[in-house]
C-alpha cells in the first residue's frame, strides 16, 4: 500500500476519553455511524454501519492502550488500513491519522469524509 491520507485534530480533551472515541462502541456512536461493533485487540473486528447503510468492516491490527490503533477498513472494493496515533498536547490530546490504500484506489471522497467526521467527534467530545 502506498496511497495515503494524513489528517491531524488538536482536540480539548484527556487522551483516554479521545482513545474510546475510536475503541469504545458507545463513545464511538457518539459520532461515528449508527451501528458500531468494536473488540480492541489485535484480530477483533471492527465495524461501523451509517445512516445511508454503508458498511465499514474490519479488523484491529494493533492496540495500544491511551497511544495507537491501528486496523484494516473495507468499503466497498476499497481496502485500506487506518493508523492513529493519540498525543497528550497542551492540555488536550493532538490525534494523527493516516490510512494508507492501494496505489490505484480513488481516495478523493475519504479526505472529505475524515474531516467531517473528525469535526464531529470534536463536536461530540466538546458537548
Not at 27 to 40: F, I, N, R, Y
Not at 78 to 99: A, C, M, W
Not at 105 to 117: A, H, L, P, V
Request: hydrophobic share 40%; glycine share 8%; with cysteine.
Amino acid at each position: 500500500m502506498s496511497n495515503s491520507l494524513y489528517k491531524e485534530i488538536w482536540i480539548k480533551a484527556p487522551v483516554e476519553k479521545v482513545f474510546a472515541c475510536f475503541t469504545e462502541e458507545k463513545a464511538m456512536l457518539t459520532w461515528h455511524g449508527k451501528e458500531v461493533v468494536s473488540d480492541p485487540r489485535p484480530g477483533g473486528i471492527y465495524k461501523v454501519v451509517f445512516e445511508d447503510g454503508t458498511i465499514i468492516l474490519g479488523e484491529y491490527k494493533e492496540v495500544e492502550l491511551n497511544k495507537r490503533v491501528v486496523y484494516s477498513a473495507s468499503y466497498g472494493e476499497v481496502e485500506s488500513v487506518v493508523y492513529i496515533d493519540f498525543i497528550l498536547e497542551n492540555e488536550g490530546t493532538r490525534v494523527k491519522l493516516k490510512q494508507e490504500f492501494l496505489l490505484d484506489q480513488d481516495i478523493s471522497s475519504f479526505e472529505g469524509g475524515w474531516d467531517y467526521f473528525l469535526g464531529l467527534l470534536k463536536e461530540a467530545i466538546d458537548a
